[in-house]
Structure formats: C-alpha cells, structure tokens
C-alpha cells in the first residue's frame, strides 16, 4: 500500500520562472509524480520548448507567457489558470533576476529591474493566488529564497535586498492566511549549478572556494531542491509555516577555516 505522504498527485500547481533553471527542475519534479504543472516565463518560445521536453506520457506541462514584473500580467495569468484547471493548490514562486557589480554602480533601472521582479512580482503573484486559495481555504505557496538571506554576498546588494524581503513576505503572509488554512514557505538555495551561473562556477578558484566551505563538499544541481519542494507541497509538512529551509549543502551551518582537525 502506498503512502501518500508525500504525494502531490492530482495537485494543480503553478511554477512562475518555470521554463529555466530552478524553477523547470521544479516543474519537472511535480510533473513526473502527477501534478497538473503550469509553468510561466517571458519568452513564449522557451516557455513552449521547455514543456514539450518535461511533459510526462502521462502528464502534459502546460505553458503561460507571463512577466511578473507586470501587474496585469499577473491577474490574466491567474484568472486563466482558474479558468482551466479550477483551482491552484501550490504556487512555486521562482521568477528571480540578478546582476553582479559594486552596490556604487547600480543605477534606479537596475534596482527596479531586480525588485520588479524579485520582490514586487513575487508579492503581487502570491496575492493574486492567494485569493483564490482564502475563497478555497486551502493552498500552499513556495517562495525561492537565497543563500543571501544568510549574510549578504558582496557584488548583489539589491538582489540580497530582494530576498531579505521575500522572507518578511513568507513570514508575514504565512501569520495572516493560517486562518485560511494557507501555508506559506520558503526555499533557500545554496550555490546551485545553473545554465546562468555554470560559467560562474568553472572558474577554479571559485570551485574549490564554493566546495571547501561547503561541509557536503560539492555545489548544489537544480535537482537537489526538488525533494524539499514536494515536502512543501504536501501532507508532510501541513503543520508547517512561516519558514525558511536553507538547502545548501550546509554553507550556513557554520565558517569553515583552514585548521587541521
């Protein structure tokens, strides 16, 4: 007999920032255990190429253009999935930017860039679903937070500022919507291996710095957030709220320096 613990079979779950990156490892995650996944983007042709390459024999990834930076946007994206599936159970809120250089040099278009989308986008998207879910009285929402939340990395000051209030956000709505029986969670992600940050990360020096002060040894892949997702998403965690689970490898268990032990 199967336990269904863990299961998000059946579930309608919409992954914003889904054709790329984190958020298809996501999708891709949810589809192949029987979720109805919607993923969102802004570009039409990855969006329809990355659900062609995920959608299961079973289970067909269904794709919305849709940029969260834009308001309006949002609410046709959230009435049409209504409209399609009848209800969204999770939301996966992973649509995220960034841009590396000193904190001097960021101009007004760059931080609005950043929190347009990070932060702004992030609360309008969850408000909008969690409407739907409050007339429900049922739902969870997944935010991705960071490893900045932490301590701040040098050279990303607006994209740690966005995070910091993604967390205030998961916190708070999480203290509000309880009554409605709507759980509210976060993600945060250590140094995770992506299509944007591979060429990052194959600089040596960087490797063996993100490896030696990592306590498991290695960076993160994409598939590694999978598992917390589903935990998230499901009855395993229904009496859990307002968090944040750093899935890092153990980068902020503590510093690592150089002693022989």
């Known amino acids: 007999m199967l336990d269904d613990l863990f299961s998000v079979d059946g579930q309608v779950v919409l992954v914003s920032g889904g ?9 891709t995650g949810f589809a192949q255990r029987g979720a109805q996944v919607v993923i969102t983007g802004r570009q039409e042709e990855t969006l329809l190429q990355t659900s062609q390459e995920i959608s299961t024999a079973d289970v067909s990834v269904h794709p919305l253009v849709c940029d969260v930076a834009l308001p309006e946007d949002i609410q046709r994206l959230v ?8 209800q969204i159970d999770t939301l996966l809120n992973v ?8 904190v001097e040099d960021f101009t007004v278009e760059d931080y609005d860039f950043i929190l347009d989308v990070n932060l702004k986008g992030a609360f309008l998207l969850a408000q909008a679903v969690g ?12 935010n991705i937070d960071s490893l900045n939340t932490y301590a701040p990395l040098v050279g990303v000051l607006p994209y740690a500022m966005s995070k910091g209030g993604l967390t205030m956000m998961t916190r708070g709505m999480a203290a509000e919507w309880g009554k409605h029986n709507i759980r509210i969670n976060s993600i945060a992600p250590g140094f995770i291996l992506t299509a944007m940050t591979r060429k990052l990360w194959s600089d040596a020096s960087m490797q063996a710095w993100g490896n030696a002060n990592t306590p498991l040894g290695r960076l993160g892949e994409v598939d590694d957030l999978i598992g917390t997702a589903i935990f998230l998403a499901s009855k395993a965690s229904t009496f859990m709220t307002g968090q944040v689970l750093y899935v890092d490898g153990g980068f902020s268990a503590g510093t690592l320096w150089p002693i022989q032990m």
């Open 19 to 27: 054709s790329r990156g984190i958020g298809r490892a996501l999708a």
């Open 95 to 102: 649509a995220g930017v960034n841009k590396r250089q000193p």
């Open 79 to 86: 009435e049409t999935v209504v409209e399609e599936f009848g």
């Open 131 to 142: 409407k739907r879910m409050i007339q429900r009285r049922s739902g969870t929402q997944i």
